[in-house]
């Protein structure tokens, strides 16, 4: 396999194709969506949290178009299961023509270094709902959508940070969280990169039981839907340095100064995932975590273990107010 600098983009993939970008204002997100424009695909939604920012963003993109890519902005709250809903409502009310999605990027993610913002609208752990919960009832309102593709695919931003964690077995009772909680001091969050950690070993966990109940899925154009989760690299983006966090110089000085040393751009960190979005399927592992060199890994013992990774779909079905007979699962 090639090294991300040298993978090989096939535009011509996207070609009329409808993709669907949570988290497309900035970094990575951002960088997808002006590629998929760059290279004329069909339809691009834009689904972010704040509308000011997405605004911005899309006339940025819209400089970008070589074709008559049409380009909307959805509104959506990861933080809030009604927020998700609404934009499933949304989607699905729509003229029926223009209801197939073939390119789901779950690539909306967040560290929460202040205290004061680590819970979420629906009383869960701020980190464990966006990064991890919430695509996954995304997933689940966007399955009608997605099985009406020939190609269908859901590429989810992971991070090799799940491989450095080792989250709890059995899952925690703590009704905010089935991982760690945060620990405070004052209005700081201690462990912000830990349960940022936490929630994309849940992710690689999410996707691989999704993979595995849709593969033998009762619907048959379900069977269809093939989904990765991958680790973009360290990029230079702003996840760890935005102004609602904060948060203290001693944080983000020595981040800004690691990022500006060491991290790659957004748009070459953006190519694994459109590798996989685009890339001829032949004998892919479907479900899998891919590294930056766009290499199937595992992120450890504890995501290879089919009965804490069931404990935790179980939970995250009940969190995520998810109907079980969406995702069947074979008995283990
Ligand atoms: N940068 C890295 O080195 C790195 C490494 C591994 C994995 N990742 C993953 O890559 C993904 C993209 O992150 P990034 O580095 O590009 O950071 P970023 O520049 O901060 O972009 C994150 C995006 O997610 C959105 N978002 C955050 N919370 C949301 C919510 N509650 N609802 C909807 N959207 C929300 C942000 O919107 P706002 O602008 O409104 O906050 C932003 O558009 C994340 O999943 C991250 O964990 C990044």
Same mark, same amino acid.
């Given at each position: 396999m090639a090294k991300t600098k040298n993978l090989p983009l096939d535009g011509s993939a996207v070609q009329g194709k409808?993709?669907?970008?949570? @988290?497309?204002?900035? @970094? %990575? @997100?951002?960088?997808?969506?002006e590629w998929l424009v760059e290279n004329k695909i069909g339809r691009l939604i834009m689904g972010c949290r704040s509308l000011d920012k997405? &605004?911005?963003?899309?006339?940025?993109? &819209?400089?970008?178009?070589?074709? *008559?890519?049409?380009?909307?902005?959805?509104?959506?709250?990861?933080a809030s299961l009604d927020s998700i809903k609404g934009f499933g409502d949304e989607w699905s009310a729509q003229d029926p023509s223009l209801r197939k999605c073939d390119l789901l990027f779950c690539n909306a993610g967040l560290i929460v270094p202040n205290a004061d913002m680590t819970t979420s609208q629906d009383g869960f752990e701020m980190t464990y709902q966006c990064n991890a919960l919430g695509h996954l009832a995304l997933i689940e309102h966007l $399955?009608?959508?997605?099985?009406?593709? *020939? =190609?269908?695919?859901?590429?989810i931003t992971a991070s090799n940070g799940s491989k450095l964690t080792t989250i709890? =077995?059995?899952? +925690? =009772? /703590?009704?905010?969280?089935?991982?760690? *909680?945060?620990?405070?001091?004052?209005? #700081?969050?201690?462990?912000?990169?830990?349960? #940022? +950690? *936490?929630?994309?070993?849940?992710?690689?966990? %999410?996707?691989?039981?999704?993979?595995? +109940?849709?593969? /033998?899925?009762?619907?048959?154009? #379900?069977?269809?839907?093939?989904?990765?989760?991958?680790?973009? @690299?360290?990029?230079?983006?702003?996840? +760890?340095?935005? &102004?609602?966090?904060?948060? $203290?110089?001693?944080?983000?000085?020595?981040?800004?100064? $690691?990022v500006n040393a060491m991290a790659i751009s957004a748009p070459e960190g953006a190519k694994?995932?459109?590798? $996989?979005?685009?890339?001829?399927?032949? =004998?892919?592992?479907r479900g899998s975590f891919w590294n930056e060199k766009t290499l199937p890994q595992s992120v450890g013992k504890q995501a290879e273990d089919a009965k804490l990774r069931r404990a935790y779909w179980d939970r995250c079905v009940k969190d995520g107010r998810i109907n079980p007979d969406t995702f069947p699962q074979p008995p283990l």
């Open positions: 409808t993709a669907i970008c949570i @988290g497309a204002n900035a @970094g %990575l @997100g951002f960088a997808k969506c997405a &605004e911005k963003a899309k006339a940025e993109i &819209e400089n970008k178009k070589t074709g *008559d890519t049409e380009i909307k902005i959805m509104k959506i709250d990861l $399955l009608p959508a997605l099985a009406e593709a *020939d =190609d269908p695919r859901i590429i709890p =077995d059995p899952p +925690s =009772d /703590n009704p905010r969280t089935p991982l760690r *909680d945060v620990w405070k001091y004052k209005n #700081y969050a201690l462990n912000a990169f830990a349960l #940022y +950690s *936490d929630s994309k070993k849940l992710v690689t966990i %999410l996707c691989r039981e999704i993979q595995n +109940s849709l593969d /033998n899925h009762p619907n048959e154009r #379900y069977r269809k839907i093939f989904l990765a989760n991958y680790h973009p @690299g360290f990029v230079k983006t702003s996840i +760890s340095n935005k &102004e609602e966090f904060k948060a $203290l110089k001693v944080f983000t000085v020595p981040v800004n100064m $690691l694994t995932g459109l590798f $996989l979005a685009t890339c001829p399927l032949e =004998d892919k592992p």
